[in-house]
């Protein structure tokens, strides 16, 4: 397809009405286990899941990356730990935090701390530069740390867009209390039961952070075309009664049916994501994500020649 074309058929998939919803059930894909931990700079000991799933960038469009943090205790310093300042272009961060705080500070001016039930949307967009840390009074208390990292594509009519900053604040979240003491839906992101989130999104985009107690129930329904996965981050859910997955899994369902439904078999803490494809080309090289290899030239050229600003280490 030439570049028109593909524009033109991503525009139209993020402007079409909401297809109307069946009662047919989205079968699971894959349940992945979780891949071994790596270290993000001295601060964040990750499980990537991308990194063992094939085609992971486009399976899971518009979603390029998951690092989740399980709880792990760092002890007390008075060492920074984190990562320093580095660039991104074309795609967005978002940094959600259960235990301990994060701090940020970007070359467009965003920054902050974020706490338990906080979430920092980064939209890097044309480019910036960030630093990533463990904040100062958590570090000198130490203590558990719980968090993720998901990388979010945009469409390529905003991948230039000016950079920008929300921080989402855990009272600001929808919130949703589930049938019969199921549990609880945080919506950052998109809407639950007509409940939306507070994430301003480029494409059509849910993220719940859910929690359910045991044998509670949680009914997600999503269009079959949209990208859906489920982490489990503790516990042990039972998927359309048909699969099990336990803590720090990832459920990947088909893109067929609509209707899921996740039952914890002990309590549970769960991510959802869900989200229309974003149909263009992917290039990505580290921090970079575009269309074209081109457009990374200009990135690294862009880079190497300081106009993605200035940020003090
Ligand atoms: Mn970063």
Redesign the pocket.
Known sequence: MTHVETLTAAATETRAPTAPLTERVRAVEAVYTPPGTHWVGDGFRVAGYFSVIPEAARRLSPFLLLDYHPTWHYAATTRRRG?GV?P?RGFE?VTLAWQGSVAHHDSAGGGGVIGPGDVQWMTAASGIL?K?YHDEAFSRAGGPFQMAQLWVNLPRAHKMAAPKYQALRAAEMGLVTLADGAGTVRVVAGAYEGVRGPAETFTPINVYDVRLNAGGALPLRFEAAHTAAVLVMSGSVTVNGTHTAKGNDLVVFKNEGDAITLVADAEAQLLVLNGAPIDEPIVQYG?FVMNTAAEIRQAIVDFNSDRFGTLDD
């Open positions: 990562v580095h991104h961060t960030h990533e921090p």
